[in-house]
T-cell receptor
Framework: GESVGLHLPTLSVQEGDNSIINCAYS??????FIWYKQESGKGPQFIID?????DKRQGQRVTVLLNKTVKHLSLQIAATQPGDSAVYFC?????????????FGKGTSLLVTP | DSGVTQTPKHLITATGQRVTLRCSPR?????VYWYQQSLDQGLQFLIQ???????AKGNILERFSAQQFPDLHSELNLSSLELGDSALYFC????????????FGPGTRLTVT
């Protein structure tokens, strides 16, 4: 099955800096990728997604980059704010046999310091 | 607020007992997924329903079952509970059965003592 891993379990950045959170996946046939933010005591919150026919997608202060050659995904957060402190998960969409369920990585805990 | 609701928020029960977790998807969403989140296993897919029918199973134990009702709300039933079943249980909904963003509820924290 799909294996999804994060490069760093924790990341500490200063307020105002840019943050980059990385993720690797194993299945080259994977077609759908998604990032979630989870704050303490809450459910995962959708941030941004990307399909395999794209290599970059931008949202509000966030950018997702997909490198299919090395099976790597990253989330960039511009001008990181204290409210961005949370655990970030990347997930890879399964195929029709799995009902397109998401395979989650372990998560990176982002801490924004003033 | 994702629009997905889950009840109860917290549940404390004893080993061997049975509990039911309830989920209401976002208005218009036909697909419901159940996930378990534990410290050692992370977020793991359990089961999916689409418009009332079971579509896919993940790492769901035989002691666990689910259903989706005509009004599209879903229930996850956990029986013969063990200490290791203590976890956060999330439901997520999606507008369709294909690869789309899923919106998660606030979760139910189950503690088995």
């Amino acid at each position: 099955g799909e294996s999804v891993g994060l490069h760093l379990p924790t990341l500490s950045v200063q307020e105002g800096d840019n943050s980059i959170i990385n993720c690797a996946y194993s299945n080259s046939a994977s077609d759908y990728f998604i990032w979630y933010k989870q704050e303490s005591g809450k459910g995962p919150q959708f941030i941004i997604d990307i399909r395999s026919n794209m290599d970059k997608r931008q949202g509000q202060r966030v950018t997702v980059l997909l490198n299919k050659t090395v099976k790597h995904l990253s989330l960039q957060i511009a001008a990181t704010q204290p409210g961005d402190s949370a655990v970030y998960f990347c997930a890879v969409g399964g195929d029709s046999n799995s009902g397109y369920a998401l395979n989650f990585g372990k998560g990176t805990s982002l801490l924004v310091t003033p | 607020d994702s629009g997905v609701t889950q009840t109860p928020k917290h549940l404390i029960t004893a080993t061997g007992q049975r509990v039911t977790l309830r989920c209401s998807p976002r208005s218009g969403d036909l697909s419901v997924y159940w996930y378990q989140q534990s410290l050692d296993q992370g977020l793991q897919f359990l089961i999916q329903y689409y418009n009332g029918e079971e579509r896919a199973k993940g790492n769901i134990l035989e002691r666990f079952s689910a259903q989706q009702f005509p009004d599209l709300h879903s229930e996850l039933n956990l029986s013969s509970l063990e200490l290791g079943d203590s976890a956060l249980y999330f439901c997520a909904s999606s507008v369709a059965g294909g690869p789309r963003e899923q919106y998660f509820g606030p979760g139910t924290r189950l503690t088995v003592t």
